[in-house]
DNA sequence: TTGTCTGCAAATCATTTGCAATATT
DNA sequence: AATATTGCAAATGATTTGCAGACAA
């Protein structure tokens, strides 16, 4: 039987090659979001020939086909984080521990609502993020 | 009297100074949003030495002191929106001529609950932005 | 004055690209 | 074999920084 990433990776029709199995197992292991950089040192520990440009390409590829996802953030680089969940949703971003998490919340049909009868427009897509702090750094930082 | 402008400056304890009026101005000015280097761009027609460090500085303390804002936009370049409205709310980007309308709509009740119930988290705080097509461009792009 | 603001030139550095060699199907 | 992937080196380009002179308060 083949591994879970190499279904991804057909899924998506791209060739089952091993960095890119082992940057979905990489990003899949951690519950927080990575930078491109990050993947790329971790990357290093498995592989003797790796180059960083591959890591960029292939996190963007998989961004793209749905994969990863990519983490809004306020200094504009790119973070990735592995999301198992395929339905349309949104994160919540530990501010301290870099944890994401999935919070079910989407204002979809009020926002669709207000967009179309107050500005006569049309909505193509929306992001939501919350950024906070997560329920184990609440327990590690009270006195 | 002053320009409401300047009071908007010394409010921010920054200086008066042309360059950063005309800022302003070029900002409030446009319903769309725009680059630092349209900005600058803009600026070069008023001044005849104007430097784009100055206007990445100013466009930066500006969003910082909350006179304008940033948009979240996906090629993670800076770009930015003078908006009158200060009280906390989000926006709605059209896609097409980048023009920026205010939503009213915010889910912050509804998160918050969901984060500090669900995932025993704290929110600090969260982005909203919807992107899509305003009248303008639909009527503009209709048969 | 006195500290802030600005212009200029130069630096940064995250991200991308070209291309030849390699690996997948 | 045919095509996609990768590594390396180099390029890119938006954004930042250092600093001396100009300006606001």
Redesign the interface.
Known sequence: MESEFAATLKGLNMKVTPKRLAILEILSKESIYLSPEEVWQLMKERFKSIGLPTVYRNLEDLSNGGAITKV?HPD???YYFCCRNQEHHHH?V??FCRRV?D?????NK??VN??ST??????????????????SC?NENES
Do not use: D
């Not at 919070?103 to 204002?107: L, N, T, V």
């Not at 929306?126 to 329920?135: A, E, K, P, S």
């Open positions: 809004i504009r680089k790119l919540f530990c501010v998490e919070i079910s919340y989407c204002g009020e926002i207000e967009v107050t500005l006569k427009g049309k909505v193509l897509s929306h992001v939501l993020q919350v950024y906070g702090i997560c329920n609440i």
